[in-house]
């Protein structure tokens, strides 16, 4: 395991901002979503182990401080230079001489930005850069924090779809915490689910949708309808737009995809929904009362 988490706790004056009870590791090769809502501790988790807020507990790792990469919310560089220089200051490199940097230059196409200063460029520009900057690192564990905060959605979809293409039959170990359910559905291939400083839920995507969710769920308008067309199955909890309808095996999943179609209801069929898995995983946390 790359690192493992025995116990931590940190506290903000009185307040506890984060306690994890139970082990949590972080292997080789591994992509960690992390999720949660505002407050739930997820910055906050970053910041411990990248040992840039004071925690109680034990975090367990062999890898040094200079190992490990970290993409944070708030980025900024020097505003009085080229992004070149920049660039070339902080890699401790030359552009034209290094292909690896290049790759990744035009892999972004941020080749039009590097004469460019900081300000001038755009919000999703400023995240190309320190992706690149971060990538450039080759770190064993590298932390994305919210890597399409602030952009618009198109962007956001650009930027993502780069990423997920990037990192693609790679090995790199990532920690991505994001708020956007459809990024992690795309990057992460395990769970981290905070709610209030606790740990709801944590294990591998898949086996947590069939814990919390069935084998697979149908999403619908909820409406008068297909509340009735449904009222057989079982409902989970979703938005109050929505109908989560959930599937125990192909069997049920059959009888429910004769009645939508006969009935021509527009669904979509899902296996790996992060959100509806995560509201779940939240309501079965604190209805059993557990303290983890």
């Not at 520009?125 to 992706?131: G, L, S, V, W």
Request: net charge neutral; with cysteine.
């Amino acid at each position: 395991m790359l690192l493992t988490i025995k116990q931590l706790q940190v506290k903000y004056g009185d307040q506890t901002a984060l306690q994890i009870n139970s082990p949590i590791s972080f292997g080789k090769g591994e992509r960690i979503g992390v999720i949660g809502s505002n407050g739930a501790g997820k910055t906050t988790l970053v910041k411990a182990i990248l040992g840039l807020t004071n925690y109680d507990g034990r975090i367990i790792t062999d890898l040094q401080p200079e190992q490990m990469a970290a993409h944070m919310q708030s980025n900024a560089y020097v505003t009085t230079m080229p992004i070149r220089r920049i660039m070339e200051m902080v890699l401790d490199t030359r552009v034209k001489e290094n292909k690896e940097l290049q790759e990744l230059i035009d892999f972004f196409e941020f080749g039009n930005c590097l004469s460019k200063r900081f300000p001038a460029l755009s919000g999703g520009q400023k995240q190309k850069f320190t992706i690149i900057m971060i990538m450039m690192q080759k770190a064993e564990l590298t932390f994305y924090d919210e890597v399409t905060s602030g952009l618009d959605f198109e962007t956001r979809q650009k930027l993502m779809e780069k990423m997920v293409e990037w990192y693609r039959g790679k090995e790199d170990s990532l920690v991505i915490v994001s708020h956007y359910y459809e990024e992690l559905e795309q990057l992460a291939d395990k769970i981290l689910l905070l709610d209030r400083g606790r740990v709801v839920a944590f294990g591998r995507t898949d086996e947590l949708f069939r814990t919390y969710c069935g084998d697979a769920i149908f999403i619908l308008d909820n409406n008068r309808v297909n509340c009735s067309l449904t009222k057989e199955f079982r409902t989970l909890r979703s938005p109050n737009h929505l109908l989560a309808v959930s599937c125990r095996d192909r069997e049920e999943e059959k009888r429910l995809l004769t009645i939508l179609v006969n009935h021509r209801v527009n669904f979509k069929r899902s296996n790996s929904d992060i959100e509806i898995m995560s509201i779940n995983a939240r309501e079965r946390f604190y209805a059993q009362g557990e303290n983890r």
